[in-house]
């Protein structure tokens, strides 16, 4: 009930103002469980997606977002239940994958759809980087459902980080064909496998996309990237210091 309520009101909405185009919602099943796999520019894919989609479609987020005190914890906490999203604590890394993987595969085995993302977290560039084999690939071969490849298009610049107002524009999203990896399931347990699945999903993600792709983890060149703004900072202090001890020495030089 909630959720046709938040589609017709937040998906409606999203539709009628940023026009997002579509291609391949032919490839989503009209019944019985699949995995949509999506590259992530933007807090707003777990939104335009399900906006364009028949279908309620389930995506994991951080518990935060659903225990924050106060008024606006709570209207967030229903915001987010209301779209679809479910809580996973994330506050040990390996607690919060297993989790993850036990929530998608329940959503599964309901017949529904389950958004995941295996970057597993937003670009922070707009390129796309390397999958992470423990979700995708451990809840497709534990269910045997489907992966549909799904390309977001754009959404990165609608609202860049630290933008409040939304740019209008029409974003796009692209969804594959479903790949079928049924011939290695029970076979979660191998780690070439895993990666093997997700290589798989990625490049067909990079085909949709566009996008350039990276050889590593989104996390750790968000951290190249913090290490490296944090370098520049403290070079452009030192910059600053030595250019006032370089005109005091003027001023002492002429007054002398």
Avoid: C
């Avoid at 939104?47 to 279908?55: E, K, N, Y």
Wanted: aromatic share 8%; charged share 25%; hydrophobic share 40%.
């Amino acid at each position: 009930m909630i959720y046709g309520v938040m589609k017709l009101t937040i998906g409606g909405g999203l539709k009628t103002v940023f026009r997002p185009w579509v291609e391949g919602l032919e490839n989503v099943p009209a019944e019985g469980p699949a995995i949509l796999a999506s590259n992530h520019l933007s807090f707003s894919d777990s939104f335009f997606l399900p906006a364009v989609l028949d279908r309620k479609v389930t995506f994991i987020a951080k518990a935060e977002y659903f225990t924050s005190p106060g008024v606006k914890g709570r209207m967030t906490a229903a915001f987010f239940k209301g779209v679809g999203q479910l809580p996973v604590d994330r506050s040990g890394a390996r607690g919060a994958g297993e989790a993850a993987i036990k929530s998608g595969i329940e959503v599964l085995e309901r017949g529904e759809l389950f958004g995941i993302y295996p970057e597993g977290t937003r670009s922070p560039d707009g390129r796309l980087y390397r999958g992470k084999p423990g979700g995708l690939a451990r809840v497709a071969l534990a269910t045997g459902a489907p992966v549909l490849p799904v390309a977001m298009i754009d959404t990165e610049k609608i609202q860049p980080p630290g933008k409040v107002v939304p740019k209008l524009m029409r974003p796009g999203i692209r969804i594959g064909k479903p790949l079928d990896f049924s011939r290695y399931q029970g076979m979660e347990g191998d780690r070439f496998i895993l990666r093997s699945v997700t290589d798989e999903v990625m490049y067909e993600i990079m085909k949709l996309s566009g996008q350039e792709y990276v050889d590593m983890y989104a996390t750790a060149a968000k951290r190249q990237l913090a290490d490296a703004a944090k370098q520049e900072a403290e070079q452009e202090k030192a910059a600053r210091k030595q250019a006032e001890l370089d005109r005091a020495e003027q001023d002492k030089a002429a007054k002398a």
